[in-house]
């Protein structure tokens, strides 16, 4: 098969013929036909978050199932399918009680094993991953539903429980942050929306944000609490950074809730915990959501009332996977996903 592999950290993927993927007994083959390129990808490459080397990125997929091992009851050969990012072993406490974002014996193609930016995937325990596409859903649209869309659906519904009315701040206005914004106004709660970026910005207003700040201007927190009227409900860190981290619990109002979502990779994050005590604020970490979650979002995205092809930017081919990679070196990605469509 073809595939976007890179041989060290930082180093340009190439598109090779590698080897086809194995099947394994108790997973499925899918046949890629789009794969979002994300922000962990980049973490990955740039080795913030060590992979073994060389290696195929991509774990934000959408496809066609090639072949189905010995075990899998439930697909077979033609099932259009996502998958979260995060797959579960199917066996453990965690898998058995619908947790399996949480598992530790989790499996994430792109980062534990080779990923999505090639012709075939390899993904385990089927049965207890993957998820079913609607017809009319088409596979680059669909992409998302892996990763940055499903993560910013259990953010905002499973952790923030954001009501009808409700105000909803979102940190950060790339995939996850964006997803979360529509997400939030489909669900009628007040979005306000914050990035340094004014093409980000835009975009938010577009997806139904009611308020944005530009958070190079000002203090976000002292805002959103003017905007609100003493804090948001909700406050979803998407882009995962210290300042945004502690930004998003100190504008929240009393018995807010902070769902934190972007990646804190650099090590512990300061927190203002004297607020959380006072306010009674509940803090989240949020990873994903596991396959068990998705229905609630899939009926949301057949009725239209959910529209992740809106949050696509730009759809490339599989040649212009580094390049996609390379230009997520410090910017947003606020002029939306880009999505690798594979023939
Ligand atoms: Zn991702
Ligand atoms: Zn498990």
Known sequence: MRAAVYSGYGIRPEVTQVADPACPADGVVIAVGASGVCRSDWHAWKGHDPVVLPHIGGHELAGVVAQAGPEVTRWRAGDRVTVPFVCGCGRCEYCLAGEAQVCPRQTQPGFTGPGSFAELVAVHAADTNLVALPDALDLVAAASLGCRFATAFRAVTAHGRVGAGEWLAVHGCGGVGLSAVMIGAALG?????????????DRARE???????????????????????????????????????????????????HVQVGLLLGGPTPIPMDLVVARELEIYGSHGMAARGYPPMMTMVADS???????????????????????????????????????
Do not use: Q
């Not at 709660?189 to 004014?198: E, G, I, K, P, T």
């Not at 203090?219 to 950074?241: K, Q, W």
């Not at 081919?317 to 023939?343: F, N, Q």
């Open 207 to 257: 997806l139904g944000a009611e308020f944005t700040v530009d958070a190079s201007a000002a203090d976000p927190a002292l805002l959103i609490g003017e905007i609100t009227g003493g804090g948001a409900h909700v406050s979803v860190d998407a882009l995962g950074s210290p300042a945004t981290a502690a930004c998003s619990v100190r504008c929240l109002r009393r018995r807010g809730r």
């Open 189 to 201: 709660s007040r979005v306000v929306a914050v990035d340094v970026a004014a093409p980000a910005l």
């Open 305 to 343: 009332a959910l529209r992740p092809g809106l949050l696509v930017g730009r759809v490339i081919g599989l040649e212009d996977a580094g390049r996609a990679l390379a230009a997520m070196d410090g910017s947003s990605e606020g002029a939306g996903m880009t999505v690798i469509r594979l023939p």
